[in-house]
Each structure stands twice: as structure tokens, then as C-alpha cells.
């Protein structure tokens, strides 16, 4: 998966969750208009705020990465 992609896939494993995006800033301590735009594909995150979502998903940082 390329990481163009990387918003889809954040957007994919949160859903999967059942969570919304609120649910989302708050595990992994990010503001709603980031995560929003961050899933728009008009935001990339930095690795330090990759790691945090990937943990709030339970997931490896390298999971949303392809």
C-alpha cells in the first residue's frame, strides 16, 4: 500500500473499531481538525504522532504504512 493510502487505512482501522474520529483524538492525544484533515489525505502525520495513533489502534506504526 503506498503511503498515499495512509489516511484510508487510518480511516479504515478506526471505523473498524467502531470508534469516531473523537474517539481517535482522544486515545492518541492528537486534535479532532488533525485527525479530520489527516483523513482527508490533506495532512500527513508525524512519526511521533504515527506511533500514537498506531498504538491507540492497537496496531503497528508499520501496519498503516504498508
Known amino acids: 500500500m503506498p503511503l498515499k493510502r495512509l489516511h484510508v487505512t487510518i ?22 481538525g488533525y485527525v479530520g484533515l489527516m483523513e482527508l489525505g490533506q495532512r500527513s502525520p508525524s512519526i511521533a504522532v504515527l ?16
Open 11 to 32: 480511516k479504515r482501522l478506526r471505523e473498524a473499531k467502531g470508534w469516531n474520529q473523537r474517539d481517535l483524538t482522544k486515545r492518541a492525544k492528537v486534535s479532532p
Open 51 to 66: 506511533q500514537r495513533i498506531a498504538k491507540a489502534l492497537g496496531v503497528p506504526a508499520t501496519e498503516l504504512l504498508g
